[in-house]
């Protein structure tokens, strides 16, 4: 009995030493890695599983972080910014101001006024085009002329002395509606309605002419006229010549004049009378 009882006591001696060892082997990385060596006196110890206890998932490999997108990107902070140069002005972020060179960091100016737009013209009408293009559409030209009439029996006293003891004397007159000047001088003359300066005498009262051109050429003016020739006696065949071909030559300044009368030369045509 005694025997048995020793044999027990060292059992038990033994199961109290290697408890603890093997209660210490179960601890998840304790074990001794495959090809490890372990130190001279130690056993090594093999895990045992629990029955009823399910076996533990091997590590698997974790997938890569999905990339990022644009909408998560928005709500991310902003990356810092380099600092714009020294002397000018940075770049504005969201909701700040632009902060003026000198100025505190910061702290942002008042955002520029909005630009008023400028009141629009008023629109004026055109004037009234013109139908010719001419100045003398819209006020008639007028013109001063020239004009030679007799002083009868004046024998000189009021001007050249010429024919019957007459004299031939210029009256200045105003024409409206004709711009050049040998044109006007001569409608001047011919007018039969104006009377000339009191005291004076138209040789050409009684004709009815019409002036159809006339020409310079810087020494001889020639004018040709239309209608009927109608002196009052033979003293106004000198006074007819005379107011004609003097009022041309005033008109232009020329030096001689040559006058036709429905194509004739104004000498033949007063003989014809």
């Known amino acids: 009995m005694a025997g048995v009882w020793k044999a027990r006591g060292l059992l038990l001696a033994t199961a109290a030493l290697t408890l603890p060892l093997w209660l210490g ?27 009823g206890t399910p076996p533990l998932p091997a590590p698997r490999p974790q997938a890569p972080p999905p990339p990022i997108t644009a909408s998560a990107a928005a709500g991310a902070e902003p990356a810092p ?24 960091s910061g702290a942002p100016t008042s955002p520029p006024a909005a630009p008023k737009p400028s009141p629009t013209p008023e629109v004026s009408a055109p004037p009234p085009a013109d139908p010719s293009g001419s100045p003398s559409a819209r006020q008639p030209a007028t013109r001063a002329v020239t004009a ?19 004299s031939l004397a210029s009256v200045r007159r105003t024409v ?13 003359l011919l007018d039969g309605s104006a009377k000339p300066a009191p005291g004076m005498y138209n040789a050409l009262s009684a004709s009815t002419l019409t002036f159809l051109s006339g020409t310079f050429d810087g020494t001889t003016v020639t004018v040709y006229l239309a209608g009927t020739l109608r002196p009052g006696g033979v003293c106004d065949v000198p006074r007819i010549e005379a107011q004609l071909t003097q009022t041309a030559v005033a008109s232009v ?21």
């Open 25 to 51: 082997s179960c601890t998840p990385g304790q074990y001794p890695s495959a090809g490890s060596s372990l130190p001279a006196g130690a056993t090594a110890v093999e895990p045992t599983e629990e029955p």
């Open 81 to 104: 910014q380099p600092p714009a140069p020294s002397g000018r002005a940075t770049a504005p972020e969201a909701g700040g101001g632009v902060t003026a060179p000198g100025s505190t």
């Open 148 to 166: 030679y009439y007799v002083l009868l029996e004046d024998g000189g006293a009021g001007g050249v002395r010429f024919g019957c003891n007459d």
């Open 253 to 273: 300044g020329a030096i001689r004049a040559e006058v036709y009368i429905n194509g004739v030369g104004l000498t033949q045509a007063l003989s014809l009378k």
């Open 176 to 188: 409206a509606g004709i711009a050049e000047p040998l044109p006007a001088a001569m409608a001047a």
